[in-house]
């Protein structure tokens, strides 16, 4: 059994499903609608406890093929009274057993051909957060291992669940990464600062790939299937935030900064007297400039020189690395 959340006449309303296998096809069988309230049909009898409402039970009983009181109990946990959550959260999770065991080596293949590619990078962003994936024969075969003997409809009713941690900064960089665009450009920027890139190009291969997935993996082509809808929005309705390549330089310079009082830029970086005139900085703005400042300036003349917008690869890296000194400086300051 899971959970669906659905938007039925401009409403959100919460129904319990169940996954239903069948030779090669799958699909779920309704069992019953919670309404818009999940947490209406939660009873407590006094002090911390809680249960699931026997009306409730029964009538799930009559239509679902199993019942599990734990797996109920887990449905209905994120409606419980945040206090009573609280106060039995604890022994909730010492109650609990661990049922994890080691795939073997037949499994794990067997894992990686039953699941799709999409659904793949999906895992992968959602745990790590890496635009930058790698082959996706590489991918551990394990973190796919709860996509297992689901329908469709319950393997994105989980995804939509886990996607709504994301912030509004790493959607779109989000739904960039699981549509594979960055395999329509070239260079490492393309996995690193999709900002930089043809934003025409990207908006027009995401179109593309977002019709191909609605093709194969949801057999639609006449319409948008209703679990692609969200990643359009996600899309077109956000910004790419700051840039992972930027994040990671500044994470490294400051572990850097926790060893050396005045770290060095490495030998292959270029001078700082170099950057300053890459940048068309005076020794004066060195001093004034801030980190927005740099950065803006930064994402200016990268778009000038990107190696797919015909600038050349040389000149672009030494671009990156007069950042990289000139930010080092600005922040030791």
Known sequence: MYLAKIRKHRQITYLIRESVLEDDASGFREICSLGPLPGAWIDYPGGNAWHVSPELVRRISKKAQRVDP??????????????????????????????????????????????????????????????????????????????QKKCRDEIEQQFIREESRLNHRERKSYVYTIFDLQQFFKGFMAKKMPHVLDQNKVDTFFIQELCRVNKILFQRSGHLHEHLIRYVIMFFDHSYGDTVLIEEMEQDFRFRSRFFHQPQPPKSAVSRSRAREIFNLSKTELTTINKRSLTRLFRKLAREHHPDKGGSHDKFVELSDAYQALLAKITSN
């Open 70 to 147: 734990d797996e109920l109990e887990d449905l209905f946990w994120p409606f419980v009274r945040p206090d009573i959550q609280q106060a039995t959260a604890h022994f909730r999770e010492r109650g609990k057993t661990s049922t994890y065991r080691r795939m073997t080596r037949d499994e794990k293949e067997a894992v990686a051909r039953a699941t799709h590619a999409f659904d793949k990078r999906r895992v992968h962003f959602l745990k790590f957060g890496n635009m930058d994936q790698g082959p996706l024969v590489n991918m551990p075969p394990a973190l796919f291992r709860k996509l």
